[in-house]
């Protein structure tokens, strides 16, 4: 067993599969949970990045032995110093133009896509990692990335659902409705501390939209039900909550 571990840490073809083969598994594990949500970046890219970035440093390390074996010879300065680090200084600089394709401003002024721009970024550094043979680093990092994305979103509702401060988009009538809205709200435990309004056209005339940054009381309701009572409201056409 020792002596297999041995080869895989040695540079050589066995080793480069293996090292090719661990990144595309990975990071196609971590995408396969962004595909099946639709996220911007699925399966496929996770794998391709990972696969990526593991071939960047394997070509780092290929250069390196062949500058200290057969380039040796055709290398005008013997003093040249080889840093292999900086493949994976650009791999990492360079994944930004592809994390950052996947954040997208959403109406209501609503950010999306940063989870995934962060899971590529990692995913990048965890190819880097099977490129290089740290196979410890792999299995650790894979685990708790999974983790990160997958099992803690549940816990970061649950966390959210019962805050006490809490932002809702609704679209209503006319903005002399916003009274009535805030009224409602006052009315169930709440109070208002900040209102974006914006008003937007469409094909029956024009309606109004705002976002509401609300603070619940200490005896305060669900959100939930605060969004219900408000949808009873004959002049709100739609009202959602802003995560």
Partial sequence: MDDIFVQLNDFNFLSLIVRLSLAVFCGGIIGVGREQKGRPAGFRTFMITSLGA?????????????????????????????D????????????????????????????TGLTTASGLWASAC?????????????FVSVILILIAMEILPFFESLVHSYSRTFSI???????????????????????????????????????????????????????????????????IYSVNELE
């Fill in 126 to 138: 965890m190819g880097i990692a099977a490129g290089a043979g740290f196979y410890e680093c792999i």
């Fill in 169 to 235: 988009a609704a679209e209503f009538r006319r903005l002399e409705d916003i009274s009535e809205i805030t009224a409602s709200i006052r009315q169930n435990h709440g109070s208002v501390n900040n209102i974006v309004v914006e008003t937007d056209g469409n094909s029956s005339g024009y309606h109004s939209s705002a976002i509401f940054d609300i603070q619940l009381d200490k005896k305060h309701h669900s959100h939930k039900y605060i969004m219900v009572e408000l949808a009873k409201l004959n002049c």
């Fill in 54 to 82: 593991a071939l960047t440093i394997l070509l780092a390390q290929y250069e390196y032995e062949m500058l200290s074996t057969d380039w040796f010879g055709s290398v005008p300065d013997s003093s040249i110093r080889f």
């Fill in 84 to 111: 292999a680090s900086r493949y994976s200084a650009q791999v990492i600089n360079g994944i930004g133009f592809l994390g950052a394709g996947t954040i997208i401003t959403t109406a209501h002024q609503k950010v």
